[in-house]
């Protein structure tokens, strides 16, 4: 009796292994997230160089009431908004768009899935580093727009002109990401019953009443999911702004959060500034993640 009262049932078995599986992610997290996230918001609260061998000083909440009255920080989230609308929208509509298109395609889907996602696998910096290429004035960025509009040696200042320097930065993350949120929507779309549309086609429905009354309403959830990523990888740009500002492009219309975080922390020195603006930028991105589930979940209801 008192062996068999020591033995663990079915259920507790279960739950040891499941905590098996769980706590080495767990412990992942907290030594690789979970802590950055705690030490950022104690080095916000202090004032500390780098390069100075003196302890960090407390000044409480003084390093966000500087961001707040700093005019440059605005303005980097001026240029951060720009950026995120300017890229996500199209991110996210023209997506689906290609998405759906290759779905009802019978041939070829493959291919243009691999040819689509391979942009995503190129690191950041090299896909800014070969842009920057195209982007040149002698690059074939120009000799492209110039055969498009009839004309000849026009420089159109990609990487000169505020707005234009914009709309190379929006084009270079635009081309490297659009086949990364291109595969989700199409695993979205594989994942829609299709007893639910041949139902719909029997009651007589239209190809487009079918896409539009079945498709996208089954499509939320990954809708929601690419949005919220599409912010969130926007907002966290960094490598295509820092590398165009190095070639010599005009740094305030591009100067997004991250870079003004790179520059206060690695050129300033001053680190608990720096950890200040992360801290900032990951609440407003917990914020606006927050509104998009909350907004989604009114309209489900």
């Known amino acids: 009796m008192a062996r068999s009262s020591t033995r663990l049932t079915v259920g507790t078995r279960r739950a040891l292994w499941g905590w098996a599986f769980v706590v080495p992610a767990l412990a992942f997290f907290g030594l690789f997230a979970f802590y950055p996230i705690v030490n950022a918001f104690v ?11 003196q302890p960090p000083r407390f000044v409480g909440f003084q390093n966000y009431a500087d961001l707040w009255n700093s005019a440059q920080f605005w303005n980097s989230w001026k240029a951060t908004g720009i950026f995120t609308v300017s890229t996500a929208v199209p991110l996210v509509l023209v997506s689906l768009l290609l998405a759906t298109l290759i779905v ?16 995503a696998v190129i690191p950041g910096v090299v896909a800014a580093a070969i842009w920057l290429m195209l982007l040149d ?23 000169a002109s505020p707005d234009m320097v914009r709309l190379s930065t929006v084009l270079v993350y635009f081309w490297g990401k659009l086949g ?3 595969i989700i929507f199409i695993a979205g779309l594989g994942g829609i019953p299709t007893s639910v549309k041949e139902a719909a086609r029997v009651d ?8 539009r009354y079945i498709t996208l309403p089954l499509l939320k959830p990954t809708t929601l999911l690419v949005s919220i990523m599409a912010m969130i990888f926007c907002m966290r740009t960094f490598s295509t702004q820092y590398l165009f500002t190095q070639s010599g ?38 914020v ?12 489900d209801g």
């Open 43 to 53: 080095l916000s609260l202090h004032r500390k160089n780098v390069l100075s061998l």
């Open 104 to 119: 009802s395609r019978l041939r070829l889907q493959r291919f243009f899935q691999m040819a689509l996602y391979t942009p």
């Open 137 to 159: 004035p002698r690059g074939i960025a120009n000799q492209w727009v110039n055969f498009v509009l009839g004309v000849s040696g026009v420089d159109h200042k990609w990487l």
């Open 180 to 182: 990364f949120f291109t």
């Open 204 to 211: 007589g429905a239209t190809g487009w009443q079918l896409y």
């Open 249 to 286: 492009a005009p740094r305030e219309p591009i100067n997004v959060v991250t870079l003004g975080i790179y520059t206060t922390a690695v050129r300033d020195y001053q680190i608990g500034l720096a950890s200040a603006m992360s801290i900032v930028l990951l609440v407003v991105m917990f």
């Open 288 to 299: 606006l993640a927050f509104l998009q589930f909350r907004v989604s979940r009114t309209q």
